[in-house]
């Protein structure tokens, strides 16, 4: 695979994230630590149907759809799903240019000066009509927020093909990582490269915001750990590049792509999200 191709296309497609209102979320306490749950959800008690234009269906916890050019659409869904639903989101290649299938939902910015550790927990099945095809597959959660125009705070993408048969490729999860200059070296740590098709899998990414590094990716039971990688900055003026700060929205999305001769339908299907945030203890190993 062809790794600087594949971040560039990954960054370089990315929208500003939008000022949205923030809908309330209650913030979780756990007992036995100073972890707070900021957001979870399984999607099993939300109405089924497409998600909606901003502020999205009322029915649906505060997932819009930002964009979806047809065929694509998102949508709350059963057909594959751990539980009653999940989260589904469709792409072709026949739509006209990269124009992204993009579901949002705003969350309550927790203090992280306070509760610098984050975790995301997420479960994703990658499936595509045409394995054989050497096309690209690109789909990203992303959650980000202010200092406004908008920032990664953290995230994975999900990426095959870009030269090289899907099935061969597999399905990896890679991260973006600020090398000085850019965030187009994107990082594929071992445990998350050549996963299965039309399997569900099981992702927790940790990150220490304070540090501003990765510190842990776990994928189906194996992790690995990742705390030499800086965390993703955005450029916000001529040679300035910033860190995030809040985090506001979660955000899904898909990319259409037909090139290197193949092109094909593609899904991403998601469940279970949870995103925690905490103050390491003291003396617990980073």
Same mark, same amino acid.
């Given at each position: 695979?062809?790794?600087?191709?594949?971040?560039?296309?990954?960054?370089?497609?990315?929208?500003?994230?939008?000022?949205?209102?923030?809908?309330?979320?209650?913030?979780?306490?756990?007992?036995?630590?100073?972890?707070?749950?900021?957001?979870?959800?399984? !999607?099993?008690? *939300?109405?089924? +149907?497409? @998600?909606?234009?901003?502020?999205?269906?009322?029915?649906? &916890? $505060?997932?819009?759809?930002?964009?979806?050019?047809?065929?694509?659409?998102?949508?709350?869904?059963?057909?594959?799903?751990?539980?009653?639903?999940?989260?589904?989101?469709?792409?072709?290649?026949?739509?006209?240019?990269?124009?992204?299938?993009?579901?949002?939902?705003?969350?309550?910015?927790?203090?992280?000066?306070?509760?610098?550790?984050?975790?995301?927990?997420?479960?994703?099945?990658?499936?595509?009509?045409?394995?054989?095809?050497?096309?690209?597959?690109?789909?990203?959660?992303?959650?980000?927020?202010?200092?406004?125009?908008? !920032?990664?705070? *953290?995230?994975? +993408?999900? @990426?095959?093909?870009?030269?090289?048969?899907?099935?061969? &490729? $597999?399905?990896?999860?890679?991260?973006?990582?600020?090398?000085?200059?850019?965030?187009?070296?994107?990082?594929?740590?071992?445990?998350?490269?050549?996963?299965?098709?039309?399997?569900?899998?099981?992702?927790?990414?940790?990150?220490?915001?304070?540090?501003?590094?990765?510190?842990?990716?776990?994928?189906?039971?194996?992790?690995?750990?990742?705390?030499?990688?800086?965390?993703?900055?955005?450029?916000?003026?001529?040679?300035?590049?910033?860190?995030?700060?809040?985090?506001?929205?979660?955000?899904?999305?898909?990319?259409?792509?037909?090139?290197?001769?193949?092109?094909?339908?593609?899904?991403?299907?998601?469940?279970?999200?949870?995103?925690?945030?905490?103050?390491?203890?003291?003396?617990?190993?980073?």
């Amino acid at each position: 695979m062809d790794m600087k191709t594949l971040g560039l296309l990954a960054h370089a497609f990315l929208p500003v994230l939008l000022l949205i209102p923030v809908v309330a979320v209650s913030q979780e306490r756990a007992s036995s630590s100073s972890k707070i749950t900021v957001y979870k959800e399984n !999607f099993s008690s *939300l109405s089924p +149907g497409p @998600t909606q234009p901003f502020p999205g269906a009322t029915d649906q &916890d $505060g997932w819009f759809s930002q964009l979806a050019r047809y065929p694509a659409y998102g949508e709350i869904g059963g057909e594959i799903a751990l539980g009653a639903k999940g989260l589904h989101e469709f792409t072709s290649s026949s739509i006209d240019g990269p124009v992204q299938t993009i579901d949002k939902r705003p969350i309550t910015p927790p203090d992280l000066s306070r509760y610098p550790r984050i975790t995301l927990q997420v479960n994703f099945y990658a499936r595509t009509s045409d394995l054989s095809a050497a096309n690209t597959y690109f789909s990203e959660i992303i959650v980000g927020g202010g200092p406004h125009p908008g !920032f990664e705070v *953290l995230g994975f +993408g999900i @990426t095959s093909g870009n030269g090289i048969s899907k099935e061969i &490729d $597999g399905v990896n999860v890679g991260f973006a990582s600020f090398n000085g200059g850019d965030n187009n070296e994107p990082i594929f740590p071992t445990v998350a490269r050549n996963l299965a098709w039309d399997t569900w899998h099981a992702v927790t990414l940790v990150v220490d915001q304070t540090k501003d590094r990765y510190v842990s990716l776990e994928v189906d039971g194996r992790s690995e750990d990742i705390s030499t990688y800086a965390l993703p900055r955005s450029n916000t003026a001529p040679d300035v590049w910033e860190r995030g700060q809040l985090m506001e929205t979660i955000q899904a999305l898909i990319i259409p792509s037909a090139d290197f001769g193949g092109s094909s339908d593609d899904d991403i299907y998601w469940d279970n999200f949870k995103i925690t945030v905490e103050q390491p203890r003291r003396g617990k190993k980073q």
